[in-house]
């Protein structure tokens, strides 16, 4: 289940965790917004913040 909080899971996209490489460079701000839009309201998952903005995703990278 994806029901956390939405700051952690924006930067883990962008900077990574672990094995999986940081995003940052990769994808531009509204497909990391869209991207976890997605997961967080697929497969019955269903976190209270549930839409990103592109505008939290550009916040979330200074
Ligand atoms: C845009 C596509 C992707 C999304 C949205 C995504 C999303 C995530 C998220 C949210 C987590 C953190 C889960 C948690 O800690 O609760 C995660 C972990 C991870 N991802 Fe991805 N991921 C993507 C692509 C990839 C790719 C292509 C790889 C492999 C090359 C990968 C490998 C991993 C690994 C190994 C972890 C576990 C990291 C750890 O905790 O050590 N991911 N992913």
Redesign the pocket.
């Known amino acids: 289940m994806?029901n956390?909080p939405q700051d952690p899971?924006i930067g883990?996209?962008l900077n990574g965790?672990?094995?999986?490489?940081s995003?940052k460079a990769t994808?531009s701000d509204t497909e990391i917004a869209a991207?976890?839009t997605y997961?967080r309201n697929a497969w019955g998952n269903k976190p209270e913040d549930n839409l990103v903005q592109p505008a939290e995703v550009l916040a979330a990278r200074k």
């Open positions: 994806v956390g899971h883990i996209l965790k672990g094995g999986m490489p995003w994808l991207v976890i997961t």
